[in-house]
Antibody, heavy 123, light 107 residues
Framework: QLQLQESGPGLVKPSETLSLTCTVS??????????WGWIRQPPGKGLEWIGC???????YHNPSLESRVTISVDTSKTQFSLRLTSVTAADTAVYYC???????????????WGQGTLVTVSA | AIQMTQSPSSLSASVGDRVTITCRAS??????LGWFQQKPGKAPNLLIY???SLQTGVPSRFSGSGSGTDFTLTISSLQPEDFATYYC?????????FGQGTKVEVK
């Protein structure tokens, strides 16, 4: 059974860098046909797409966050990571990692999700 | 980058009702649309992918339709466990975007 688990600090100071890791168990992160993504949800608000990565290292980011986001993958550790620089209170959210299943010609969609981790930006 | 406009933002319905939620893409995304259900405190759950394909394990009362820019999620007969928030997710050419969400509440 595939499982994803987010880990990282729950509190980050303004202007600093948010760093999260997603550990994947039950499947290979190097499998073709899957992307590995990050999604966030501010308290009481909707979902926001952050970006995703293929095991080869190709990345795709939300243009509104692109200048601050780095997504990387470590296939040896079956982990992928998110770094978000220069955070503000607006970056306070539950951050989810997810596996995206690729459906030929019809897009890629998250079919397995982590439980989510709340990151608060505050001094 | 694509943008997704979802409506309504909320609706009230009763058990047994037929419920319809719509999503419009800012450009032609062919069949690149998924629908998700989210309950409080939980991660979203994929219901429909590729606009109209039912994810394994999802009840058949859920269905999706549409292509291009206009898409619909239909719940044929609302059940008590279906009261939740629903989101669409558009995907085209390595660009993804969520709709704003629709909260389905008890009438």
């Amino acid at each position: 059974q595939l499982q994803l688990q987010e880990s990282g600090p729950g509190l980050v100071k303004p202007s600093e860098t948010l760093s999260l890791t997603c550990t994947v168990s039950g499947d290979s992160i190097s499998s073709s046909g899957y992307y590995w993504g990050w999604i966030r949800q501010p308290p009481g608000k909707g979902l926001e797409w952050i970006g995703c990565i293929f095991y080869t290292g190709s990345t795709y980011h939300n243009p509104s966050l692109e200048s601050r986001v780095t997504i990387s993958v470590d296939t040896s550790k079956t982990q992928f990571s998110l770094r978000l620089t220069s955070v503000t209170a607006a970056d306070t959210a539950v951050y989810y990692c997810a596996r995206l299943q690729y459906y030929s010609g019809s897009g890629s969609f998250p079919d397995y999700w982590g439980q989510g981790t709340l990151v608060t930006v505050s001094a | 980058a694509i943008q997704m406009t979802q409506s309504p933002s909320s609706l009230s319905a009763s058990v047994g009702d037929r419920v319809t939620i719509t999503c419009r893409a800012s450009q032609d995304i062919r069949h690149g649309l998924g629908w998700f259900q989210q309950k409080p405190g939980k991660a979203p759950n994929l219901l429909i992918y590729a606009a109209s394909s039912l994810q394994t394990g999802v009840p058949s009362r859920f269905s999706g339709s549409g292509s291009g820019t206009d898409f619909t999620l239909t719940i044929s007969s609302l059940q008590p466990e279906d009261f939740a928030t629903y989101y669409c997710l558009g995907d085209y050419d390595y660009s993804w975007a969520f709709g704003q969400g629709t909260k389905v509440e008890v009438k």
